[in-house]
């Protein structure tokens, strides 16, 4: 099998003053190259917290990482960087995009740390990214004078820029309306199908439908993972939207 | 590491997207450095100037001056009871060993009237002596003689202000000119000397032998001070023993009365001023250090006030892929950016208001290289230290901390 991810045992707990809060108490996951998950589970359950370590946005308590096999916790903070420029694109719940700077040089900005320079042109490469989310109008506006669905379509086309294998997505349609929900999970859909290894975050039944398995947790633990046997094209959902109009 | 030039860049980008930041950072050690190199300038100008005045006063000097008395019981006021004669300077010249040079200074002021011009000036009668005194340099001409003094000669030195005023670009030596109404020869032209403590121009003088002032000009037999020099630094205190033995057996002062003239030496002139511009460089040290605690804290504010968003945008970078270095990198350029800027800034608008000061003012500023350095460094060091610590201990951060950060 061709795992991308996999983590044994992963537990984070957080020490507030005398209390601990275990936020993940022991995961098990695998996910192959070329998945589609939902994540989902109630506030506190633990869902942002996985994100963030399978991001490498963090490190866990306990337990082992593998991504691509290597093992994520006896790499270096370079390399932790480096994978995190390279191989992941995160979408966060917040945006988190830099202030008083364009949506083109938000997305711009991956590329700007990317040593090896595979993408030759990184203007370009992030007026595409910006293109395929549908935002080519809006280049040049700073974060505060766009929506915040169109604020989450900048971070979306940030995660792509640099060609990543897996994209994270941490509650990505938190913000939107339902129309511009299946927009970006079309989008996601379309990246799938390109190969790149999908994750999301949703608390959303609605949502959730378009991936192609959902993982259920409850309290740190992992409750069910089931696959679903036909995801349902967000594509086809966007058309018979129009004919609605 | 990325490349320098790319770090550099987005630096700069970062230094004009948050323009109000930059700038408040920047004033912080552009007044920090300026305050403190133009305090410090004025402190150390000033006491260069005193040094000067001090030295330009004259060699070991001794002033004595008729003194307030009391005389069978009625007072009278400072130099009323005019009593110290030019046979009170012959004795002191006679017998007092350790004076090297005496005179007699006779006041006086009035119109001097030649080559068609007139100057209202300060006239003075004094003996050959007094030139080595107050150490007067001839710029033509030649002081005038013991013989001249003793035989009242009407001739006359006239300091540059005085020549300037009355003859212009002319040649005074061997002119005449007309000190109320009586004709002086003149002999001899005084080198500039400037300004004295109180602002006043000591080239605005004319002197002249003080025989024939006092009793030509004035018709007078009392002088108005005695200057003197001793014949060493150290001897100061022995020869104004000397002094005042011999003028209260001249003027008959019994043991127990009180004298009748004063004595001044210029070691006590000196310390007065030495002390006064030692207490004025320390105010002003004290001043220029408050500056630059203030401008230190204006630049640590800012700093710190945009630590969480600073702190934040690191994380940003951070999770798209930026490593620590580039992170600290980039920081330390800003920080060094801005501080650089500010301080240069501050140095140039410090001398601009030094010139000012100079040129306008009576205030005179002298920069020394070595506050120039040290205002600088220290307030360069601020503020690149406030501007790279945040940077430093967000780096260390997981990007989902920083991120987090409030
Ligand atoms: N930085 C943190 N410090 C302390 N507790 C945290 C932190 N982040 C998350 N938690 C706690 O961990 C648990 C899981 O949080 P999270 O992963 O954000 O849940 P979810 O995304 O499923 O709503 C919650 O109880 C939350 O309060
Ligand atoms: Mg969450």
Known sequence: MNAVITTSRITKTYQIGEIQVHALRGIDLSVQSGEFLAIMGASGSGKSTLMNLIGCLDVPTSGRYYLDNIDVSSLTKNEYADIRNKKIGFVFQGFNLLSRTTALENVELPLFYDRSRRIKNPKQAAREALERVGLSDRMDHVPNQLSGGQQQRVAIARALVNQPSILLADEPTGNLDSRTSVEVMSVFQELNEQGITILIVTHEDDISRYAKRIIKMRDGHILDDSPIKKATSARQILEIMKEED | ?406
Do not use: C
């Not at chain 2, 150490?135 to 030195?157: M, Y």
């Open chain 2, 1 to 406: 590491m990325l490349q320098l030039s790319n770090l550099l860049k987005a630096s700069f980008t970062s230094i004009m997207k948050n323009r109000m930041r930059s700038l408040l950072t920047s004033l912080g050690i552009i007044i920090g450095v300026s305050a403190v190199i133009v305090m410090v300038g004025i402190g150390s100008g000033s006491q260069k100037r005193i040094a000067k005045e001090i030295s330009s006063l004259g060699n070991n000097m001794i002033i004595v001056f008729p003194a307030f008395s009391m005389r069978g019981g009625v007072s009278r006021g400072a130099g009323s009871f005019n009593r110290m004669t030019m046979e009170d300077v012959e004795a002191i010249r006679e017998e007092a060993t350790q004076v090297q040079y005496v005179s007699a200074v006779v006041m006086s002021a009035g119109q001097v009237v030649g080559n068609g011009n007139n100057w209202s000036t300060s006239v003075q009668g004094v003996d050959p002596e007094y030139q080595h005194i107050r150490v007067w340099e001839i710029s033509s001409g030649e002081f005038f003689s013991d013989r001249d003094v003793r035989t009242l000669k009407k001739v006359a030195v006239l300091g540059k202000t005085v020549a300037d005023k009355i003859f212009g670009s002319m040649d005074p030596i061997g002119q005449k000119i007309r000190i109320r109404n009586t004709p002086f020869k003149i002999i001899g032209v005084l080198k500039e000397k400037g300004q004295d403590a109180r602002g006043q121009d000591q080239d605005d003088i004319v002197y002249a032998p003080s025989t024939t002032v006092l009793y030509r000009l004035k018709g007078d037999r009392y002088v108005n001070s005695i200057n003197a020099s001793a014949v060493t630094l150290e001897s100061i205190g022995k020869a104004q023993e000397e002094i005042m033995t011999i003028l209260r057996r001249e003027h008959k002062i019994e043991p127990g009365q009180n004298d009748d003239f004063n004595v001044a030496n210029q070691t006590a002139i000196t310390e007065m001023a030495s002390e006064t511009s030692r207490i004025m460089t320390m105010l002003l040290g004290a001043v220029a250090a408050v500056s630059l605690v203030v401008g230190g804290i204006g630049i640590m504010n800012i700093m710190l006030v945009s630590v969480t968003e600073r702190t934040r945008e690191i994380g940003i970078r951070m999770s798209v892929g930026a490593r620590g270095q580039d992170i600290l990198t980039q920081f330390l350029l800003e920080a060094v950016v801005l501080s650089v800027t500010g301080g240069i800034i501050g140095i140039l608008l410090s001398f601009g208001i030094a010139l000012i000061l100079n040129n306008w003012t009576t205030v005179n500023t002298s920069i020394g290289s070595g506050i120039v350095a040290l205002s600088f460094t220290f307030s360069a060091a601020i503020g690149i230290f406030f501007g790279f610590y945040p940077a430093r201990r967000a780096a260390a951060l997981n990007p989902i901390d920083a991120l987090r950060y409030e």
